[in-house]
């Protein structure tokens, strides 16, 4: 990480907070209409795909229907569900949009997620050993972790992941490696557990049981209709959420540099931890501006279609403090972290040979 | 009809499965908001029918609730809520209309009175037009008439006559057999408001005896004195009714107490929209102390009479809130542990674990909350 001292953290934590200040300032109509048009978006892409679904046995319609409710998943997961629970709207006093309340459309349920991302993950970004979502305890992606034989398939595990991405993520505060090393027992995971399968049963029962029955002479193509949303939502947020941390250039922090941590220090590793990615306003909107995810990780709670006008004064403060700036286009910050899960698959000598040989 | 769907306990609980919230049938709103705001299921909507001008500082609003709206009783206030720069603000008037309008027209009325640096009444008076909508909540208050005739007696002072023209309405409506007296105070004849509803309701309805007085209109101030109570017949049979600014309730508080009249014969509604002062027993008190907001991880520490919401405001935090003056519970959570001392009634809290209104709590040492 880049050094900087006591001082310049201070200021770099100033010059921030600043530009904080000014959008929070600034909050107001402009920005509840932003959310409530997502929203209004969200209920007819769900209501139109759910609708169409049955007349699936056109293939056309089949595909359209299909895509409408996988983008409706992606929305309300990533630009609505997400954003909200980050109380990115708590200000707007409306109780449908408030964080501690709002329950999204996947797996995960809300509390797990408030509790493993918003406070772990937010507070402990990128400290290995503290932030799980870092490689999600299945994957090395650097060399703080020792090298395992099984590590040289963890290509294949990356895709299972990518596929089942919401179950992977409803079963994420399990912690399982940790009970399977006996740190924890599994007898203090019941709670969670219910809570989980409560969730869990109800999003099965929900795509798998209820629509596809409902439409009974259908059910075969509904049934295949909502896997494919499912499928659709989990490669895409498996990948988006992929890029902002695992790129080549995202780095890792020990956790005893970490210890009782000024503001500006946090503020540094948020910067250096995190990752871009360019496009047009469609994957702006479809990442939930997690292609801004270094501005969502030192403002995880201003509201997210913010960050293109944030990201410039952002960019004007690591210019006058040297930091890197991590961006590029999509296609080349996922190409770093295809690269990166295969490179740490392999044991480190053969990796740093690889390495060493000229491109 | 959307609204006609039976609510059964089945249907919601497959609504909660389907949509993942608490009140499913709210999930479709944002499309039925664009057709017609008034299907909206989230919450009761009312849309503006007509605005009269009462005085120059006071409108009343006639309003025209969903169908599927309570009803109510006279006296009884409501919240509303409207949307603010983005932000949706609630807050509690009484209505000024009687059940019988709402029975027979679906409408309902609320008279509202311009607050210096009021921002939700001043909104009100600035942007709100015909056919506009906002949230109308259900109607709650016990600030209601006798079931039997008895005699009444109503002091109001300025825009605290809300309630007793709906009060004064129903009696005239359902021909409420008793003697009635309303002792009006007003600053100058300008700000009487529902004039011509008064006068209209003092000839149609012979019980009523009307006495407007102007406070500000001679050198001396013309406040509440004793002859003016002497001058009710039968004072102590009497059920005397009081709203009004908080000089107005104590000084009447005190008079009626002196002629006699019992405690438990007086009705007084909340009428005031700024915190009322804390009463003397409470000022003497150390105020203040260090908060923990337990589920934010954050620590504040206040002085003085600083409720928990704003602390936590202050704090940058966004709790949940309504009204801000201890109605409407929307910012009720969990309080760990501390004493808190309620600004309302100026009486502290248990010291465990419990249920506080964020915005009229003050802290009384160190308290722990659960946001």
Redesign the interface.
Known sequence: MKQMTENQLQELAQDLNSIRDEIVAD???????YI?RV??LH??LE?GGRVMMPFGFIPPVFVAATVSLGLSKIIENMEIGHNVMH?QY???????L?S?SY???TACSSDSWRRTHNYEHHTYTNIIGKDRDYGYALLRLSDDEKWHPAHSLQFLSYIMLSVFFQWGVSLHELEFERVRRGEIRMRDKIPFLKDTLRKGG?QV??DYV?FPLITFPVAPIVLAGNLGANLMRNLWSSTVIFCGHFTEDAETFDEKDCENESKGHWYLRQLTGSSNFTGNKLMHLLSGHLSYQVEHHIFPDLPAHRYPEVSEKVQEVCRKYGIHYNTGSFRHQYGTVVKRILKYSLPDRLRMRLESQPA | MLARIPQTRALHWLGKQLFNRTDPAAFFDPLLETVDPMLVQGQTLARVEQIVQETADTRTFVLKPAARWAGFQAGQHVNICVEINGVLRTRTFSLSSSPELWAKQGLVTLTIKRLPGGLVTNWLHDNLRDGQVLGLGAAFGDFLLPETAQPVLFIAGGSGITPVLSHLETMAAQDFRAPVTLLYFVRTQQDIIASERLHALERRYTALTLKIIQTDESDKPRYLKSQDLEAVPGLKARQVFLCGPMGLMDLANKQLHEHGVRETDIHSTFFSTVAPALNADLANQALGGKVQFGKSNLQASSEGDASLLEIAEASGLSPRHGCRMGICHQCSCRKTSGTVVNRLTGKASGPGEESVQLCISIPHGPVSIEI
């Not at chain 1, 708590?90 to 449908?96: A, E």
């Open positions: 909050l107001g109509e402009r920005d509840a209409n409530r929203i209004r209920r007819a209501v109380g708590d200000w707007m006093n409306d109780p449908s408030h501690q329950e999204w459309d109800r029962f929900k209820f």
